[in-house]
């Protein structure tokens, strides 16, 4: 079976992990993804947050399966000559440097079209035009500027980041799709164009819901916030709302057995209109479903503390998974707090391939997050990240047609490394 991106060739600028999650997913699905790195240093995160002697870190190795490697200082006149050649043979570029670097290299938009009118850019950055166009920016600080900071954590706490990385990996979905609807165009047009993705722009798209409330905070209260029914007046900004549901079916996260010790005994639980009986009925409580102060969910609002607390009381006397296992019975929505320990042991993400071991000649065999997304037509393998320069000749000869004479000229004008050899597979 082939796979769906097959022929779409890539020319992966990326560093870090924005960019790097967006070309890996186009990897996936089939695309040549060329990376690009600096001769003797590569992704700095080949060498942040290692964990094996130099292995390259988990931080690379899971951002970068399925690609190959290429070093070429972009500096170096003939590192700007095989880049251009690159250009030639690409149909998408992707970036992620910091504002201004792909001028100052000497590609502007206008210079990359001279060389391929046919070819994407693709390019995030922190910020879209406006006052902080020309800040570099890493994950918290699209979190913190996107939305997302200021409407998570608790009232009486100061702002939150979350531990999902909305603003890079978020923002490299985004570009992803940005590209894939590009290369469509291409197909009516036969031109490229320019796909930018801002991570500010990224995260408050997943924010949409607390730009909703801004708006409905001009004609009252927000109801379904715990503090409505704890009488707290609203301020002029969306407040913090802890762990109430940001829909319509009010939800809490609820202790379970054995929370005094696990820091993940816990269970999300919402009280969905539809099977609020059901609930009255497990919880032991029947009397609610007729009952005028909770038999309606608008009754119920002011009063979802109590609520709450008396749920609590129930799925206090089960663990998380027998209270799952219960209310799912009865279609009552609700989802345990999974450790990562329980997501890396879970069997049923194994067998979907969203939980991956992959293999590495230097680090060994190690865990990753698989291709989300399933396409059945188009499978994924997950393959291991390139070694710095892995595929450096390999790409000049295939890619560029190089002799074996012209790859030595390369070499010696010290524009790449010599390709690493892979040790033991
Ligand atoms: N050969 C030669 N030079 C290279 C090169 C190569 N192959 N690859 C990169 N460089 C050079 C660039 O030309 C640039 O040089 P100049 O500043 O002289 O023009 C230099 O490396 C630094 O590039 P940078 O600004 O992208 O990198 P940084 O480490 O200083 O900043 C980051 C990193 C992430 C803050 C910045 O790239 C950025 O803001 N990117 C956009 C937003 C983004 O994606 N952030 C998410 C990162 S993940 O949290």
Request: with cysteine; aromatic share 6%.
């Amino acid at each position: 079976m082939t796979q769906a991106l097959k022929g779409v060739r890539i020319l992966d600028f990326t560093h870090v992990q924005s960019g790097p999650t967006c070309t890996q997913l186009l990897a996936w699905f089939g695309a040549d993804v060329i990376k690009v790195e600096r001769p003797g240093v590569g992704d700095i995160t080949r060498g942040q947050l290692r964990d094996v002697p130099n292995a390259d870190s988990l931080y690379f190795t899971m951002l970068n399966h399925n690609k190959r490697s290429i070093t070429l200082d972009t500096k170096n006149p003939k590192g700007k000559e095989v880049l251009t050649e690159l250009m030639k043979s690409c149909d998408v570029l992707v970036e992620n440097f910091g504002p201004g670097v792909l001028d100052r290299m000497g590609f502007p938009w206008e210079t990359i079209q001279t060389i391929n009118p046919k070819l994407i850019v693709a390019s995030i950055k922190g910020f879209g035009p406006g006052p902080y166009e020309d800040c570099k920016v890493y994950e918290n600080v699209a979190q913190c500027t996107g939305g997302a900071a200021s409407t998570t954590g608790f009232r009486d706490g100061p702002p939150l980041v979350t531990g999902a990385q909305i603003g890079d990996s978020g923002t490299g979905l985004h570009l992803a799709l940005g590209i894939v609807t590009a290369l469509y165009q291409r197909t009516m047009t036969g031109k490229g164009q320019k796909v930018t993705a801002a991570m500010q722009d990224g995260v408050l798209n997943l924010s949409r819901v607390k730009l909703r409330d801004q708006q409905r905070l001009a004609h009252g209260p927000l109801t379904e916030y715990s503090q409505y029914g704890e009488g707290v007046p609203f301020g002029e900004a969306v407040p913090r709302a802890g762990n109430d549901s940001g829909g319509g079916q009010p939800g809490r996260i609820l202790k379970c057995k054995g929370w005094e010790t696990d820091p993940n005994a816990y269970i999300y639980f919402i009280t969905q209109a539809p099977v609020w009986e059901k609930i009255c009925d497990v919880i032991g409580e029947p009397e609610w479903k007729t009952h005028p102060d909770y038999a309606k969910p608008a009754a119920r609002l002011p009063r979802l503390n109590e609520i709450f607390g008396r749920i609590e009381q129930w799925t206090m006397t089960k663990t998380k998974f027998e209270a799952m296992e219960i209310l799912n019975r009865d279609d009552i929505p609700c989802g345990p707090i999974l450790s990562m320990k329980e997501l890396a042991e879970d069997q049923s993400l194994r067998k979907t391939g969203t939980v991956v071991e992959v293999e590495h000649p230097v680090r060994g065999t190690y865990l990753s997050v698989g291709n989300p997304i399933k396409l059945s037509d188009s499978p994924t393998v997950v393959t291991r990240s390139p070694l710095l320069g892995e595929h450096t000749d390999e790409i000049l000869k295939e890619v560029l047609g190089f002799s074996d004479h012209q790859v030595a000229e390369a070499h010696k004008s010290g524009a790449l490394d010599p390709p690493q050899k892979v040790a033991a597979e």
